[in-house]
């Protein structure tokens, strides 16, 4: 995919090495975006296609919204970056109030990071740092689960349960972590909403606590709903057998709400969703609409009055952050993405849509080849037939989703749909319909 002209190189794809893709396939016949407006993109063949994962679940407010660029924009003019060391900036401030007035409970103290991976290893470091300033310090244990998502830094993938993601760096993950099974279980297949089997699967962090010491483990990390895996919503009474069980051994509860955050689930997050509160709390993706790159962490009031009276005064508490920690321009984003929620209650419209894109999506068990159907909120997932290896299924159907005219999320086999908020019910239709001809179109090709 090059045209050369002596040493002049253009309209090469080779020099940009691609994240999470079949590079040499996609070179071949790339899917070039080249606009986004609202729910739709358009592509360099000026095909238009509908978007039904909300990009990569972090437009739910749509694409290209007027406020989010006009405050960019703004900001850029007055101030564009500033330390986050010792200084600061007075939209980091606003920001956090505004995001702690969505939070449950006394989850009110906010520390930004760049995404949703780096967030996580932020929510790692706070509980081990918590433990230590307690005179806990033998607390260093983390109980994951398997085929969680937690990114793709070294403390993400090690406590996260995704073997592709893991297996090429398995001798450099971290030590003393350990995993949950999975909620996916054979009788709880094309189930709607909460399944009712499969909560006695959170006593595996009692039989956990049991084999190591409880007093040795710092947290257990899990998302709600298993959302880059392909939409694992958990069993009824899961969730609060987990809370149960941390309580009872002192273990910190985090809860990775990257996907789930903001909406999602019909609520501003999945922990008040399923009235389970978390003592750590991951976001990012939608906090800016997915405009500027941004990560957030929420913590208990208790976490950071324990580490800040643990150092003296005038030292520093959290050696912590990065170089785009809070910088002026996201936090711009994020105060205009705060003021789009509150202006078209944008949770609500998720909550009131979700009954009607559920049953929309379930309408396709009919189709021969579709083994599972499942979702919660305004996110679904849908498993296909393995062939021959896993993943080669869901890439071949993505492709002709793609060719219908549909945008979604492919992981594995399992096809990901969940639309931005500001949908109505004929987009669902559309989707439907581009979902039903996409994967129709997959099966008869083979």
């Known amino acids: 995919m090059a045209i050369d002209s002596g040493n002049i190189r253009s309209n090469s794809l080779e020099e940009h090495w691609m994240p999470f893709t079949s590079n040499r396939d996609y070179k071949e016949s ?9 729910l739709y993109y358009t592509d360099h063949h000026g095909n238009k296609l509908i978007d039904a ?12 919204r007027s406020e989010i660029k006009e405050a960019v924009a703004n900001q850029l003019e007055q101030l564009d970056y500033v330390q986050p060391f010792q200084q600061g900036f007075e939209g980091s401030f606003e920001l956090a109030r505004k995001i702690s007035k969505h939070t449950p409970d006394d989850l009110n103290r906010i520390f930004f990071t760049i995404c949703g991976s780096s967030a996580v290893e932020t929510a790692i470091k706070t509980a081990i740092a918590y433990f230590k300033a307690k005179g806990e310090g033998h607390r260093s244990h983390i109980v994951g689960r398997e085929r969680g998502y937690h990114g793709m830094n070294i403390g993400g993938i090690s406590v996260g349960g995704m073997v592709a ?29 909460e399944p009712e089997t499969g909560s006695y699967l959170a006593d595996d962090l009692e039989r956990i606590a049991a084999n190591i010491g409880p007093e040795n483990i710092a947290a257990c990390i899990v998302e709600p709903v298993a959302g880059s895996t392909g ?28 996907i789930t955050g903001w909406g999602r689930m019909g609520e501003p997050f999945a922990s008040q969703a399923f009235d389970v509160t978390p003592d750590i709390m991951t976001m990012a993706k ?13 913590s208990r009031e208790s976490i950071y009055d324990t580490i800040l009276d643990a150092s003296p005064t005038g030292a520093i508490e959290f050696f912590h952050g990065y170089t785009y920690s809070a910088i002026p321009v996201s936090m711009a984003a994020g105060l205009a993405m705060q003021n789009i929620i509150e202006k078209e209650n ?36 849908i498993d296909i037939n393995l062939d021959e290896r896993p993943g080669k299924a869901g890439y071949s159907c993505f492709k002709k989703l793609f060719e219908a005219g549909l945008s979604l999320k492919a992981t594995g086999d399992c096809l990901i749909v969940a639309p931005p908020f500001i949908c109505e019910k004929q987009h669902i239709d559309e989707i439907i319909e581009k979902l039903r001809t996409g994967i129709t179109n997959y099966f008869k090709s083979k």
């Not at 760096?169 to 909403?193: A, D, Q, Y």
């Not at 969730?239 to 990775?256: A, S, V």
């Not at 939608?286 to 929420?298: C, E, K, R, S």
């Open 30 to 38: 790339p899917r070039l975006m080249v606009k986004a407006e609202g």
């Open 53 to 64: 994962s909300s990009g990569l679940f972090c437009n739910p407010a749509g694409h290209s």
């Open 165 to 193: 993601n893991r297996k090429t760096f398995s001798n450099i993950l971290m030590p003393n972590v350990h995993h949950l099974r999975h909620t996916h279980l054979k009788e709880n297949l094309f189930v709607k909403g």
């Open 231 to 258: 939409t694992l919503v958990p069993p009824k009474g899961y969730l609060k057998k987990l809370r149960e069980i941390c309580d009872k051994h002192g273990i910190l509860l985090i809860f990775d709400e990257v």
């Open 286 to 298: 939608a906090i800016t609409n997915g405009v500027m790159p941004l990560g957030a962490v929420a």
């Open 346 to 381: 944008l949770f609500q419209r998720s909550k009131e849509m979700s009954p009607y894109f559920l049953d929309s999506l379930f309408s396709l068990k009919d189709i021969d080849g579709i083994t599972d159907i499942r979702g919660y909120g305004m996110m679904g997932g």
